[in-house]
């Protein structure tokens, strides 16, 4: 069993910058892959990044260039860096725990998810 718990989420203007963090329990955190997804109000959950136990990156391509997902295996704890944040950014974003090594876009790849946090760009 994986438990999340995502902070920094808030309010922030056109342009600025927030680091979303995702904190996990679990002694196995170091071998799974993490994921950031988002889901604007009528929209459906959308990929936003993930990290695989060895740091390999995948984004997607909305956010390329933009947002940087990085993990660090002994705080537990992997972030999101987002920079230039745009109106249609906002959202709340999930953190996501897939039990295996390699990474995915697919949000039912997925086995644990954390309670959100909400992220508010005005323009």
């Known amino acids: 069993q994986v438990q999340l718990v995502e902070s920094g989420g808030g309010l922030v203007q056109a342009g600025g910058s927030l680091r979303l963090s995702c904190a996990a329990s679990?002694?196995?955190?170091?071998?799974?892959?993490m994921g950031w997804f988002r889901q604007a109000p009528g929209k459906e959950r959308e990929f936003v990044a993930a990290?695989?136990?060895?740091?390999?990156?995948i984004e997607n391509d909305s956010v390329k260039g933009r947002f940087t997902i990085s993990r660090d295996n002994a705080k537990n704890t992997v972030y999101l860096q987002m920079n230039t944040l745009k109106p249609e950014d906002t959202a709340v974003y999930y953190c996501?725990?897939?039990?295996?090594?390699?990474?995915?876009?697919?949000?039912?790849?997925?086995?644990?998810w954390g309670q959100g946090t909400q992220v508010t760009v005005s323009s």
């Open positions: 996501a725990a897939r039990m295996k090594y390699s990474s995915s876009m697919s949000a039912g790849e997925y086995d644990f």
């Open positions: 679990g002694r196995t955190f170091g071998s799974v892959a």
């Open positions: 990290i695989n136990w060895r740091g390999d990156r």
